[in-house]
Nanobody, 129 residues
């Protein structure tokens, strides 16, 4: 059984930083695609960054990559999201997603949340002014 667990959310002031962690267990097939998305109530879930854990290729949504950085541990089971210089617009529920490599490597679906089968419960990030 695949389990996806996020941690590290919380409250921070504008300009602050947070580091989120996603831990995946039970995924027994070849190295998957892992990534981070976020969602605010009433809006679509939007992508931030994903990584093909087999090739270590990283992909970022363009306007995210200046302040957001992902890092994968050596075992390929934990994916961190470092977020810097946070603004109130970054307030959202942050989710980790996992699926097969094809999702990361296909630019047409990479940022489509419905393309990912496994999701965590999310971790809330709140940025105050």
């Amino acid at each position: 059984q695949v389990q996806v667990l996020e941690s590290g959310g919380g409250s921070v002031e504008t300009g602050g930083s947070l580091r989120l962690t996603c831990t995946v267990s039970g995924y027994t097939t070849i190295r998957p695609c892992m990534g981070w998305f976020r969602q605010v109530p009433g809006k679509e879930r939007e992508g931030i960054a994903v990584i093909d854990t087999g090739s270590k290729l990283e992909f970022y949504v363009e306007f995210m990559k200046d302040r957001f950085t992902i890092s994968l541990d050596r075992e390929g089971n934990t994916l961190d999201l470092q977020m810097n210089n946070l603004t109130v617009e970054d307030t959202a529920m942050y989710y980790c997603a996992v699926d097969g490599r094809r999702v990361c490597l296909n630019g047409s679906i990479r940022w489509t949340s419905s393309a990912y089968y496994y999701w965590g419960q999310g971790t809330q990030v709140t940025v105050s002014s």
